[in-house]
Structures are given as C-alpha cells and as structure tokens.
C-alpha cells in the first residue's frame, strides 16, 4: 500500500516502551508525528532520535505529540530512552503489523548490498487522523530541524 497526503493513517494499535497502548484511535483529535526507524541504538538512528530530542521543544510547541517505532521490543525501548533521555514515546511494532500496514518494510540497500528492513520514513497526521506530509528522505543527523522546517511550510500554507 503506497501511503498518500491526505488519506486517512491506517489503523494501528501498539505499545509504548511502558506496555501502554497508542492507537490511531486514542491520538484522534491531536497532530502527531510517527518515525519509523530500523533499530534502537544502531547509529544512523540514534543521531535520528537525538535530534528529535535536541528539537522537541520547538515540535512540542508546534502542538505535535511524537512517536518514534521500530521493530525492537518495549524492553529495548526503555533503554535507549533512558540512555539518551528522550521526552517522547517509542512504540514497540515486534510483529512489524503496523510498519507492513504504512508499506514501510521491504527489500532496501544498506552498505552496498542489499537487505530487508524498515524503510526510514516520518509521517506527520492531523487531528482528523489524515496524512500531513510524508517524509521519505529522512536527514538523520538534522532530522528535528527537517521536521521544524515541514511544519512551518504546512503552517504557512494553512494561514493563506
């Protein structure tokens, strides 16, 4: 399935890194940012995940709640939170039901070969449950100021 701006966010319901469930249906009437990244601690998604952190103020302020997901376990989770100190949830996709659902596993190139994972991808969805903007090319080492930056374009385009 090939998600689009506009659409509805396909429904999904997972755990936090504290075995709490956030669902489509529980974030109905927030803006919200879900992440998806291949792997707790791996480095292209830590440098991904602390520059959220270093930019969550701002997002914060911008009334966005924001979600990271990977394939890893709550347990992981709650580590690589508690050793970076992030301010945000990570959701705990193991059975990859919701990556498969938002089309964002498959065969990609990493390193020079080829493999299957999670396809690094950021979705920003309005109160309605609709998808704002897709990011598809994820900077990782700025992708809080990537985020900063499509909000105030989304913002600029509302206000005309």
């Not at 480095?43 to 990977?70: H, M, Q, W």
């Not at 609709?130 to 990537?146: A, C, D, E, L, Y």
């Amino acid at each position: 399935m090939k998600l689009e701006v506009g659409q509805k966010v396909p429904a999904f319901s997972c755990e936090d890194e504290n075995e709490m469930i956030v669902s489509d249906q529980s974030l109905l009437g927030s803006k919200y940012i879900l992440f998806f990244y291949p792997k707790d601690d791996s480095p292209g998604c830590t440098k991904e995940a602390c520059s959220v952190r270093d930019n969550f103020k701002e997002l914060d302020k911008k009334g966005y709640k924001i979600f990271g997901i990977s394939p890893d376990k709550a347990k992981k989770h709650k580590k690589f939170i508690d050793k970076y100190e992030f301010q945000f949830p990570l959701l705990a996709d193991v059975d990859k039901e919701m990556i498969h659902s938002f089309g964002l596993w498959g065969p990609k190139k990493f390193m020079g070969r080829e493999i299957v994972g999670v396809y690094r991808t950021t979705i920003l969805v309005n109160e309605e449950g609709r998808i704002q903007h897709i990011i598809n090319k994820v900077v990782t080492k700025s992708h809080g100021q990537q985020l900063i930056e499509v909000i105030e374009q989304l913002e600029t385009v509302a206000s005309k």
